[in-house]
């Protein structure tokens, strides 16, 4: 069976190496360079944090124990860093955050209460305001280096007789009736293959996708800055009432306001994006004093643009009518990847993944 990947994110590399694992002759194709896409500007929080309703929670939790799961195939995950996250409220939040933890605790997430004297050993250069409240933490949480990981699966795929061919824009997906035969890309390369798979992400509802093959999108925009780890030390994922946080690597550390604070969208220039990342760093300094002094040619921001279906959960599967055509589309990609990439494969072999039912192309779904 010959099968094209659309897309070299987090997604079309993990599908990638598990159909390449399972002995099959692979091809993926991407517009630009492997995992540069929404993959690279992504928090990446590799949780089951917030994912109501108890079905879309377990599978995340199973997401996040495939990447354990992976971490022991290959020998080694430099890209898994399960660091766990520390989480505190607004007082206008407080009882949110209380109640979802509570939740997690009744289906057996790891989470628990801490005290102020405690987060303060996990994070000892943290200024405590005093207005923390109630504190949670999560141990088994953490956050993916999506670059290493991107680059590690797509390399052992080539190893293994995958073909990773990038700068090759899909400019139509090709069909005879209702079967989907292949695609063609700028070049004017037809592709022939016997299964398709868009993993294209936030762009799965532009051309060449059109009609059935399109996904219903609603996106979502945020904002990432990358501070030097110095004036804002961290070990782990911190959760605050106006921004996340996390190491980043290299001596780096990201910081990325929480969805809402700001009003932004695909149209916001980078002028704008960097005032509400200043006005951001403001507000951190509570907290990492060292931020104040930060001059704006000592940090990066940028915007991330989140791939998320309509309704908010992952599009999984062939669509209804069409042959040759499969899509795997999500939000909560980081931590799906994995986990969608096995269950995929496990179907394209022939038995249906009965934890994807609840998330299949041609369902229901309402704004």
């Not at 005093?130 to 949670?136: D, K, L, R, T, Y």
């Not at 052992?156 to 990038?166: D, L, M, N, R, Y």
């Not at 990342?277 to 921001?301: C, F, M, N, T």
Request: glycine share 10%; net charge negative.
């Amino acid at each position: 069976m010959k099968i094209i990947v659309i897309g070299a994110g987090m997604i079309g590399a993990s599908l990638t190496w598990e159909l390449t694992q399972a002995g099959l002759a692979v091809t993926v194709l991407d517009a630009g360079e492997a995992g540069k896409g929404t993959s690279a500007n992504s928090f990446a929080w590799v949780n089951s944090h917030s994912k109501p309703p108890a079905a879309y929670h377990r599978l995340n939790a199973a997401g996040m124990q495939a990447h354990r799961d992976l971490a022991r195939r290959f020998g080694q995950a430099p890209w898994l860093n399960l660091c766990g996250c520390l989480e505190w409220r607004s007082a206008e939040q407080q009882q949110a955050m209380e109640d979802n933890l509570n939740q997690l605790k009744q289906l057996g997430y790891p989470a628990e209460w801490i005290s102020a004297q405690q987060l303060q050993q996990y994070e000892p250069e943290l200024q405590l305001t005093g207005e923390e409240g109630a504190i949670g933490w999560f141990p088994s949480e953490g956050w993916l280096d999506t670059q290493q990981y991107i680059q590690q699966l797509l390399q052992a795929s080539a190893a293994s007789g995958a073909k990773i061919v990038t700068g090759s824009k899909v400019m139509e997906i090709v069909q005879s009736g209702d079967t989907v035969t292949g695609v063609r890309t700028a070049d004017g390369i037809f592709h022939a293959a016997d299964l398709t798979i868009n993993a294209s992400g936030r762009w799965s509802d532009k051309p060449p996708y059109h009609g059935a093959l399109a996904t219903r999108l609603a996106p979502t925009t945020g904002i990432l800055i990358r501070v030097p780890a110095d004036c804002v030390p961290v070990s782990h994922i911190m959760a605050t009432p106006l921004f996340h946080c996390r190491p980043d690597g290299d001596g780096v550390t990201l910081l990325c306001p929480n969805e809402g604070v700001y009003d932004i969208d695909e149209t916001t220039s980078a002028a704008e994006v960097n005032r509400l990342a200043e006005d951001i760093l403001r507000h951190a300094s509570r907290v990492w004093p060292k931020l104040s002094g930060l001059k704006p040619e000592q940090y990066q921001a940028r915007m991330g643009i989140r791939a998320l279906p309509v309704d908010g959960y992952p599009l999984v599967g062939p669509t209804p009518g069409i042959n040759g055509y499969y899509t795997v589309v999500t939000h909560s990609g980081v931590t799906l990847s994995p986990l969608l990439a096995r269950l995929v494969t496990q179907e394209i072999l022939g038995t249906s993944a009965s934890e994807l039912d609840d998330y299949r192309p041609g369902r229901e779904v309402t704004d």
